[in-house]
C-alpha cells in the first residue's frame, strides 16, 4: 500500500476543524464535467479510504458488499434499512470524497421511501439509487428478481425527490426490468422514472454491446449509470467506448470485494498450512504494521491529540 498516497484521516480533521463540506454539491460538479465519473466500490469504511486514497473522485457503497461484510451472506434482500444507514454513515464518515450508495427498493411503500432518503442523507451520502424490485430483492447479475409494477416504482421514486432536503442530493432510479420483461420495457421504466423526477438512470445488466448502445441511443440526453461487474450478465466494456456512448457514472461495485477475498483466503491457507505468515510477508502480499497504521491515520490523530490534550 502506498502510504504515501493516503492521509484521510487528514480531510475528517479539517472538516472537524473548518466545518463540513458539501459532498452533494462536489458530487453535482463531478457530474457537470465532460467525462464520466468513476467509483470503485466499497464494502466498509477501509476499503473506502482505500478507494478514495487511490484517486477516485468518488466511493461507491455496494449492497452486495455490505451484505458480505456485515452477514457474510449473499446479496438478497437480507439487510435492513437501519442496518445499511448506519453502514452508510461509517463509510461517509471515513472518506473525503461523495458517497454514492445502494438504498435497494427503498425499503418498502413510498413512506418508507420518504424515511430511507431522510436518513441516508442525514448519513451524509451525496447520492443514492433506489431499484424497482420487489422484497425480498436480490443482486442485479442473480436469476430470480421480482419487479414491481412500473407505476409503483414511479411513485417511489416522487417520494424521494419529495423528502431530500438538499436540492443537489442525486437520486438515482435503476430498472432490473432487462432480465424478467426485457430491453424496451426496461428503457421504458427508465423513462417513467426520469419523469418522475430522478436525476440519473441505471439500467441494470444489458446483457450485449447491442444492447448498451440502445440504452445510450434511447435514452440520450439523461444521465445514465453503467455497472461494471466482473463475470456478470454485461460483457466487459472499455471506459473510452462508455464514454463516448455518453454514460456519466461508471461504477465498480465489487471489485475490491473479490480482490479482497481472494487474497484473505490465500494468506489465511497459507498460515493454517504453515503456521506462520512469513510466506506471505515474503511475497510482498502484506503491508507492515507500521505501513498499515500511517496509511489509517494515525499521526493525524496524534496531531489532534496534543492540540486538544489538557
Given at each position: 500500500?502506498?502510504?504515501?498516497?493516503?492521509?484521510?484521516?487528514?480531510?475528517?480533521?479539517?472538516?472537524?476543524?473548518?466545518?463540513?463540506?458539501?459532498?452533494?454539491?462536489?458530487?453535482?460538479?463531478?457530474?457537470?464535467?465532460?467525462?464520466?465519473?468513476?467509483?470503485?466500490?466499497?464494502?466498509?469504511?477501509?476499503?473506502?479510504?482505500?478507494?478514495?486514497?487511490?484517486?477516485?473522485?468518488?466511493?461507491?457503497?455496494?449492497?452486495?458488499?455490505?451484505?458480505?461484510?456485515?452477514?457474510?451472506?449473499p446479496d438478497v434482500g437480507l439487510l435492513t434499512a437501519?442496518?445499511?444507514?448506519?453502514?452508510?454513515?461509517?463509510?461517509?464518515?471515513?472518506?473525503?470524497?461523495?458517497?454514492?450508495?445502494?438504498?435497494?427498493?427503498?425499503?418498502?411503500?413510498?413512506?418508507?421511501?420518504?424515511?430511507?432518503?431522510?436518513?441516508?442523507?442525514?448519513a451524509g451520502v451525496a447520492a443514492l439509487h433506489l431499484?424497482?424490485?420487489?422484497?425480498?430483492?436480490?443482486?442485479?447479475?442473480?436469476?430470480?428478481?421480482?419487479?414491481?409494477?412500473?407505476?409503483?416504482?414511479?411513485?417511489?421514486?416522487?417520494?424521494?425527490?419529495?423528502?431530500?432536503?438538499?436540492?443537489?442530493?442525486?437520486?438515482?432510479?435503476?430498472?432490473d426490468a432487462r432480465a424478467g420483461e426485457g430491453l424496451?420495457?426496461?428503457?421504458?421504466?427508465?423513462?417513467?422514472?426520469?419523469?418522475?423526477?430522478?436525476?440519473?438512470?441505471?439500467?441494470?445488466?444489458?446483457?450485449?454491446?447491442?444492447?448498451?448502445?440502445?440504452?445510450?441511443?434511447?435514452?440520450?440526453?439523461?444521465?445514465?449509470?453503467?455497472?461494471?461487474?466482473?463475470?456478470?450478465?454485461?460483457?466487459?466494456?472499455?471506459?473510452?467506448?462508455?464514454?463516448?456512448?455518453?454514460?456519466?457514472?461508471?461504477?465498480?461495485?465489487?471489485?475490491?470485494?473479490?480482490?479482497?477475498?481472494?487474497?484473505?483466503?490465500?494468506?489465511?491457507?497459507?498460515?493454517?498450512?504453515?503456521?506462520?505468515?512469513?510466506?506471505?510477508?515474503?511475497?510482498?502480499?502484506?503491508?507492515?504494521?507500521?505501513?498499515?497504521?500511517?496509511?489509517?491515520?494515525?499521526?493525524?490523530?496524534?496531531?489532534?491529540?496534543?492540540?486538544?490534550?489538557?
Amino acid at each position: 500500500m502506498a502510504v504515501g498516497l493516503a492521509r484521510p484521516w487528514q480531510h475528517a480533521a479539517m472538516a472537524f476543524l473548518h466545518g463540513p463540506t458539501r459532498p452533494t454539491s462536489t458530487l453535482r460538479a463531478l457530474l457537470a464535467r465532460p467525462e464520466p465519473l468513476l467509483a470503485a466500490g466499497a464494502y466498509d469504511a477501509l476499503s473506502a479510504r482505500i478507494v478514495a486514497a487511490s484517486g477516485f473522485d468518488a466511493v461507491y457503497l455496494t449492497g452486495f458488499g455490505a451484505s458480505a461484510s456485515l452477514l457474510g451472506r449473499p446479496d438478497v434482500g437480507l439487510l435492513t434499512a437501519t442496518e445499511m444507514v448506519g453502514h452508510v454513515g461509517r463509510l461517509a464518515a471515513a472518506v473525503p470524497v461523495p458517497l454514492i450508495a445502494d438504498a435497494d427498493t427503498g425499503y418498502g411503500n413510498p413512506l418508507n421511501v420518504i424515511r430511507t432518503v431522510q436518513d441516508y442523507e442525514r448519513a451524509g451520502v451525496a447520492a443514492l439509487h433506489l431499484e424497482d424490485q420487489a422484497a425480498p430483492k436480490k443482486c442485479g447479475h442473480m436469476a430470480g428478481k421480482v419487479l414491481v409494477p412500473a407505476a409503483e416504482h414511479t411513485a417511489r421514486i416522487r417520494a424521494a425527490v419529495a423528502a431530500r432536503t438538499d436540492p443537489d442530493l442525486v437520486l438515482i432510479a435503476r430498472t432490473d426490468a432487462r432480465a424478467g420483461e426485457g430491453l424496451d420495457a426496461a428503457i421504458d421504466r427508465c423513462r417513467r422514472y426520469a419523469d418522475a423526477g430522478a436525476d440519473v438512470l441505471f439500467l441494470e445488466a444489458p446483457q450485449s454491446m447491442q444492447e448498451i448502445d440502445r440504452v445510450a441511443e434511447e435514452l440520450a440526453g439523461h444521465a445514465l449509470l453503467f455497472n461494471w461487474v466482473e463475470g456478470g450478465r454485461t460483457p466487459p466494456v472499455s471506459l473510452a467506448a462508455l464514454a463516448e456512448r455518453g454514460f456519466r457514472i461508471v461504477i465498480y461495485p465489487v471489485s475490491a470485494l473479490l480482490a479482497a477475498s481472494r487474497a484473505v483466503r490465500r494468506t489465511v491457507e497459507s498460515i493454517r498450512a504453515t503456521g506462520t505468515p512469513e510466506a506471505a510477508m515474503a511475497e510482498g502480499s502484506l503491508d507492515s504494521f507500521s505501513e498499515f497504521v500511517a496509511f489509517m491515520g494515525l499521526e493525524e490523530i496524534y496531531e489532534l491529540e496534543a492540540r486538544f490534550a489538557d
